[in-house]
């Protein structure tokens, strides 16, 4: 642990590993810890268990072993009944967006905050200002089938930041969309970044990554991170 | 507030989409509401009936003379006299045979037809039979006094059985239903899966989730209970004003408040019932997940 970083952990992974039901591991011994603040790649091929480690990361997966800290605490055996809470300071863009079909654009990003407790009118707001944000400020009454695909990954990315997450997590986030909306997509998250979010992007796209300077990158390789070295290629902002 | 999570706002309510009322519950829950509301009220009715019947006969006894008593009045004023004796009713043996005549037609007239004299008493309660049997005897030495409840236990037995097995059979009408909306719970959970993971995603903890079905179901279960109780009691109603016998059959038809209140609160409490499976439901399918 620990491996040269002094700056708060966000998350620290220890021993972990993870298996779904009987099956081989598909996460082994992973052991690092994300810098609060940070803003990380997540690279490999088809398979590696990207995905899997992110479920891992937004407490959607329990490890099988090993220990996990998220905001400082103890998780991986925590009860379900405290998970809630550290959730609402995760946001999630999931490869497959998960837009509920039956609520419009602007129940889906308020959805957060309504579960935070927040009223009508505490929501209304900022859920306009999100959709504004991202380009949707006339579509707040469409339903997800009615937008396109970058549209809907629009609102994605909407509901997942609506709540200010301290962590924000990303599964292929640029799979949907034309370079040009990458682009302002990794805009987007080099902003919330600066704002003080620590960020976690799965992708292949090597062109973000060369694009987002002070990023690090961890690659995994058939449930390993490989090139323990290159986790820390680049130091997270402010360290060093 | 306890009762908070039934007032949802419409944001929580679209969270569900708008398919009330639209599943089989409500009907499920309406048909076990009516049969149960019937029943009930069948057994409750039952229930007064044999209580009524059983109180005024605890302490009624009948004199019977087999060969008719030429001193029935002496008979009655000997047991009017009788210490214990509270009330006393003769049946002179006019009465008797125009009784007979109901059965058996104007062959009651022939005074070869042996009419037994009759009397009828009530004691007070715990009153020694013995001094009356005495008294009784000297005047009509073949006269036999007999218990009314002796005679009617039997009917007062089965009658309590069925009483009983209306009762069973509201509880295993209850149990159906409950039954009904775990499945239904369980259906709707299943719909659903994906907003809840959404929502779970998101933070909601399990009574957020829990509170939007427990809120639906209970809705659903007030309709259907509502809509069966009243119906059952629409039914029972035409049952006792409409034919006449039935008015016998149902002791009079008219049931004390306490059992009335029984009735009217039965709906709801199939509906607390059902809200609170359904809940019990919801959370434990919730604990399986993460
Ligand atoms: N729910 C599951 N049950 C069983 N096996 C699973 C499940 N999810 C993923 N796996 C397996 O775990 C391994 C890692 O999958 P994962 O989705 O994490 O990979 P990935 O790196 O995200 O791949 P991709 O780049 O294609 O999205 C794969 O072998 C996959 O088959
Ligand atoms: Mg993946």
């Given at each position: 642990m620990g491996k040269g970083s002094k700056l708060p952990a966000i998350a620290e992974f220890d021993s972990v590993g993870l298996r779904y039901g009987t099956g081989a591991e598909v996460l082994r011994d992973l052991d690092f810890r994300l810098a609060d603040g940070g803003f990380y790649f997540l690279t490999g091929p088809s398979g590696a268990g990207k995905t899997s480690l992110l479920k891992l990361l937004y407490l959607a997966q329990r490890p099988t072993r090993g220990r996990i800290r998220l905001f400082g605490e103890?998780?991986?055996?925590?009860?379900?009944?405290?998970?809630p809470p550290f959730r609402r300071r995760i946001g999630v863009v999931f490869q497959d967006f998960r837009l509920i079909r039956h609520l419009s654009a602007f129940d889906n990003v308020a959805l957060p905050l309504r579960v935070a407790g927040a009223t009508d009118e505490e929501v209304e707001g900022p859920v306009r200002e999100m959709l504004a944000w991202v380009g949707l400020a006339d579509r707040a009454s469409a339903r997800p089938a009615t937008l396109s695909g970058g549209e809907q990954q629009r609102v994605a990315i909407a509901r997942a930041v609506i709540n200010r997450p301290q962590l924000l997590v990303a599964d292929e986030p640029t799979g949907n969309v034309d370079a040009d909306m990458a682009n302002r997509l990794l805009h987007l998250f080099t902003a919330l970044n600066r704002l003080g979010t620590t960020i976690v992007v799965a992708t292949h796209d090597i062109g973000l990554i060369r694009a987002t300077p002070g990023a690090q990158m961890i690659r995994l390789e058939n449930g390993s991170v490989v090139d323990p070295t290159g986790l820390l290629r680049n130091p997270p902002p402010g360290h060093r | 507030m306890m009762l908070g999570w039934l007032f949802a706002s419409p944001a929580e309510r679209r969270l569900l989409g708008t398919s009330r009322f639209r599943g089989p519950t409500p009907w499920v829950i309406a048909i076990m509401s009516f049969s149960i509301m019937i029943i009930a009220a069948t057994g409750l009715a039952l229930a007064n009936t044999a209580g009524a019947l059983g109180e005024a006969i605890e302490a009624r006894y009948a004199v019977v003379v087999p060969n008719g008593a030429q001193n029935l009045d002496a008979l009655a004023q000997a047991l009017k006299s009788a210490?214990?004796?509270t009330a006393v009713e003769a049946v002179t043996q006019g009465e008797m045979r125009r009784t007979l005549q109901r059965w058996l037609g104007p062959a009651a007239e022939s005074a070869d037809l042996p009419v037994p004299a009759l009397v009828n008493f009530d004691t007070r309660h715990g009153a020694d039979l013995r001094p009356i049997r005495q008294r009784v005897q000297a005047i009509a030495p073949a006269a036999q006094i007999s218990a009314h409840r002796d005679r009617v236990a039997p009917l007062l037995r089965s009658m309590r059985s069925v009483q009983w097995l209306a009762f069973g059979l509201v509880l295993l009408l209850s149990g159906a239903a409950a039954a009904a909306v775990v499945l239904a719970a369980r259906g709707a959970l299943d719909t659903h899966r994906f907003t809840i993971e959404v929502m779970h995603g998101v933070g909601a903890t399990d009574l957020q989730v829990t509170h939007l079905f427990q809120r639906k179901i209970a809705l659903d279960a007030l309709v259907g209970s509502l809509a069966g109780a009243v119906a059952g009691a629409l039914v029972l109603l035409l049952l006792a004003s409409g034919a006449s016998f039935a008015g016998e059959l149902m002791g009079g038809a008219s049931l004390p408040p306490i059992d009335l209140l029984v009735l009217v609160l039965l709906p709801f409490t199939l509906t607390i019932l059902a809200t609170w499976v359904a809940r019990m439901a919801v959370l434990a399918a919730l604990r399986g997940t993460l």
């Amino acid at each position: 642990m620990g491996k040269g970083s002094k700056l708060p952990a966000i998350a620290e992974f220890d021993s972990v590993g993870l298996r779904y039901g009987t099956g081989a591991e598909v996460l082994r011994d992973l052991d690092f810890r994300l810098a609060d603040g940070g803003f990380y790649f997540l690279t490999g091929p088809s398979g590696a268990g990207k995905t899997s480690l992110l479920k891992l990361l937004y407490l959607a997966q329990r490890p099988t072993r090993g220990r996990i800290r998220l905001f400082g605490e103890e998780l991986s055996e925590a009860a379900r009944e405290e998970l809630p809470p550290f959730r609402r300071r995760i946001g999630v863009v999931f490869q497959d967006f998960r837009l509920i079909r039956h609520l419009s654009a602007f129940d889906n990003v308020a959805l957060p905050l309504r579960v935070a407790g927040a009223t009508d009118e505490e929501v209304e707001g900022p859920v306009r200002e999100m959709l504004a944000w991202v380009g949707l400020a006339d579509r707040a009454s469409a339903r997800p089938a009615t937008l396109s695909g970058g549209e809907q990954q629009r609102v994605a990315i909407a509901r997942a930041v609506i709540n200010r997450p301290q962590l924000l997590v990303a599964d292929e986030p640029t799979g949907n969309v034309d370079a040009d909306m990458a682009n302002r997509l990794l805009h987007l998250f080099t902003a919330l970044n600066r704002l003080g979010t620590t960020i976690v992007v799965a992708t292949h796209d090597i062109g973000l990554i060369r694009a987002t300077p002070g990023a690090q990158m961890i690659r995994l390789e058939n449930g390993s991170v490989v090139d323990p070295t290159g986790l820390l290629r680049n130091p997270p902002p402010g360290h060093r | 507030m306890m009762l908070g999570w039934l007032f949802a706002s419409p944001a929580e309510r679209r969270l569900l989409g708008t398919s009330r009322f639209r599943g089989p519950t409500p009907w499920v829950i309406a048909i076990m509401s009516f049969s149960i509301m019937i029943i009930a009220a069948t057994g409750l009715a039952l229930a007064n009936t044999a209580g009524a019947l059983g109180e005024a006969i605890e302490a009624r006894y009948a004199v019977v003379v087999p060969n008719g008593a030429q001193n029935l009045d002496a008979l009655a004023q000997a047991l009017k006299s009788a210490p214990g004796v509270t009330a006393v009713e003769a049946v002179t043996q006019g009465e008797m045979r125009r009784t007979l005549q109901r059965w058996l037609g104007p062959a009651a007239e022939s005074a070869d037809l042996p009419v037994p004299a009759l009397v009828n008493f009530d004691t007070r309660h715990g009153a020694d039979l013995r001094p009356i049997r005495q008294r009784v005897q000297a005047i009509a030495p073949a006269a036999q006094i007999s218990a009314h409840r002796d005679r009617v236990a039997p009917l007062l037995r089965s009658m309590r059985s069925v009483q009983w097995l209306a009762f069973g059979l509201v509880l295993l009408l209850s149990g159906a239903a409950a039954a009904a909306v775990v499945l239904a719970a369980r259906g709707a959970l299943d719909t659903h899966r994906f907003t809840i993971e959404v929502m779970h995603g998101v933070g909601a903890t399990d009574l957020q989730v829990t509170h939007l079905f427990q809120r639906k179901i209970a809705l659903d279960a007030l309709v259907g209970s509502l809509a069966g109780a009243v119906a059952g009691a629409l039914v029972l109603l035409l049952l006792a004003s409409g034919a006449s016998f039935a008015g016998e059959l149902m002791g009079g038809a008219s049931l004390p408040p306490i059992d009335l209140l029984v009735l009217v609160l039965l709906p709801f409490t199939l509906t607390i019932l059902a809200t609170w499976v359904a809940r019990m439901a919801v959370l434990a399918a919730l604990r399986g997940t993460l």
